[in-house]
């Protein structure tokens, strides 16, 4: 266990017992500690105990409605599972790597990975822009960064003709269209939102999914965004 508490578990509305189906009783141990040991390490703030079910973990676990069977997903910063753990649990047809570059929470997922029992979770403790040595078919994230700069971040991380899925608000629609020659640049073919969890969640979770081209058309925008950084970097020597 993360902690001694008891997991206390906030009571779980109908629709996610059967949505979750035989994973309700899994994810029940994660809500225990998010409840718990989540609140006390500051993961999650304590006033959103009695949301956990509705504004986190259904709001998250809706997305896998547009991940398919058996695929891969890197799920970056983490923090305390949103969505990354979620989908792990709720799909453990998935291989999901949680990419988390704070000691302290990452740490923590790994207890709690390892306290559930999950052999398709994986704990990685780096900055998402750091790691060059996965990739997967998505990438997810939640309240990481604006579409482009995440974007940015992941596009290493998407192997050819993979996507970004990202969780966002209301804003969606404007972001998307105030930084779509950027993800054009980055590699993105294709964006497209999508309200799920439908019947669900209220209000339904809003995602945007980034759709990446061929591995030239990656290897491209990678080259791209490489010489931008140092185009940055070098501006920022001369001002220094």
């Not at 500690?33 to 703030?45: C, P």
């Not at 900055?127 to 998505?138: F, K, N």
């Not at 640049?185 to 439908?198: F, S, Y």
């Not at 019947?199 to 290897?219: M, N, R, S, W």
Request: aromatic content about 4%; hydrophobic content about 40%.
């Amino acid at each position: 266990m993360v902690n001694d508490e008891p997991a206390e578990v906030p009571e779980a509305p109908e629709a996610a017992r059967s949505y979750l189906g035989e994973q309700f009783e899994l994810m029940s141990q994660y809500v225990g500690h998010l409840a718990t040991s989540a609140i006390s390490h500051g993961l999650i703030g304590p006033r959103e105990r009695d949301t956990l079910w509705t504004r986190h973990v259904l709001n998250c676990a809706v997305l896998g409605e547009l991940i398919e069977p058996g695929e891969s997903v890197i799920d970056v910063g983490s923090g305390a599972g949103l969505p990354g753990l979620v989908l792990g649990i709720s799909r453990p047809d998935l291989d999901v790597t949680l990419v988390e570059p704070l000691l302290r929470r990452s740490t923590w997922l790994s207890t709690v990975v390892a306290d559930l029992g999950l052999t398709n979770v994986t704990v990685r403790r780096d900055r998402a822009e750091a790691v060059h040595d996965l990739q997967a078919q998505v990438v997810t994230s939640r309240a990481v960064a604006r579409l482009d700069r995440l974007t940015g971040w992941c596009a290493p991380l998407v192997a050819a003709h993979g996507r970004v899925i990202a969780i966002k608000g209301a804003t969606a629609y404007e972001e998307v269209a105030e930084t779509r020659d950027s993800l054009t640049a980055l590699g993105v073919v294709d964006t497209r939102i999508t309200q799920c969890g439908v019947a669900v969640v209220d209000p339904p979770t809003t995602a945007v999914e980034l759709v990446f081209g061929d591995e030239a058309t990656i290897a491209t925008a990678a080259k791209r965004g490489s010489g931008r950084k140092k185009q940055r970097s070098k501006n920022r020597r001369r001002q220094a």
